[in-house]
């Protein structure tokens, strides 16, 4: 596989002031540094540090991930159907709410335009759910953390390809690149991915009915439980950091549906930390 140079120039963005309110909008972005972003954690984190998290600070590797797994696995399920109203709440455009914003796309697209059909968005499962096999079963395949609205047909070519750099651009969705074996999504979302990836294997250990999800560094993973490639979700983490949108779905999950959180939008330094 051939490997472009990338380069990234997003803004760091602000930080979410509380977690107690919800505004139903994302935030504007300030022009910012990125420098250390992953590194930094948001004004929302540190107030769930007192509550949510208690469990887990001061620790790290296996006793941080052990901790990270037992507080993320108190949970609302939700059944697959449930899963597209869910999506037109944790994925609208800040700027329409008649609209979601499309995963790999970038695209604002009605809410009422989902379904099956040749340019209507569907939902995405970025852990690729062949991938441990859980199909769309109540649990790992209809886990709205990693569950996102996109184009069918992109959805259709990102398959269930692992996650690296290279490949050539999708005409449908330019900034996307894919080869016979992986996905690079656009430069926007591509930590967005990463720390969806990483939740997956924090929350899904195989202590239930679904297989132990794990990050590994191949590209030809199958119908294994397992994704790559992780060296690239690291990398990921790290430049492009979480955003107000990202961070304003974390609380639509936590707040109103799930009721649990991804840790690693709240502390995206802890994929460094396990990992």
């Not at 803004?11 to 504007?28: C, D, S």
């Amino acid at each position: 596989m051939s490997v472009r140079p990338r380069v990234y120039a997003r803004p760091l963005l602000a930080a979410i002031a509380t977690v107690a309110v919800l505004t139903g909008t994302a935030a504007a972005a300030p022009q910012a540094s990125t420098a250390s972003a992953a590194s930094t954690p948001s004004t929302a984190s540190a107030a769930l540090d007192d509550t949510y998290y208690q469990d887990a600070l001061g620790k790290t590797g296996p006793a941080l991930e052990s901790a990270l797994h037992t507080i993320i696995s108190d949970q609302t399920r939700l059944s697959y159907s449930q899963v597209w109203d869910a999506l037109k709440d944790t994925d609208e455009d800040p700027t329409d709410s008649s609209k979601v914003i499309l995963l790999y796309t970038g695209r604002s697209q009605a809410k009422s335009e989902n379904g099956g059909d040749s340019d209507q968005w569907n939902r995405e499962h970025v852990w690729a759910k062949s991938h441990g096999d859980f199909g769309t079963a109540t649990g790992p395949g209809t886990d709205i953390h990693h569950l996102r609205p996109e184009d069918v047909s992109v959805n259709s070519t990102r398959g269930n390809k692992d996650f690296d750099n290279g490949g050539s651009q999708l005409g449908e969705a330019p900034g996307n690149y894919t080869d016979s074996d992986s996905f690079e999504p656009r430069d926007a979302v591509k930590g967005d991915v990463a720390r969806m990836i990483l939740y997956m294997a924090v929350r899904y250990e195989g202590d239930d009915s679904f297989s132990d999800l794990e990050p590994n560094e191949s590209v030809d993973n199958g119908s294994a439980p397992y994704i790559g490639r992780l060296s690239v979700l690291k990398q990921w983490n790290q430049e492009d950091p979480p955003d107000s949108f990202e961070q304003r779905r974390n609380d639509v999950v936590f707040d109103r549906y799930q009721h649990n959180r991804n840790p690693f939008i709240d502390h995206p330094e802890w994929v460094e930390a396990i990992w």
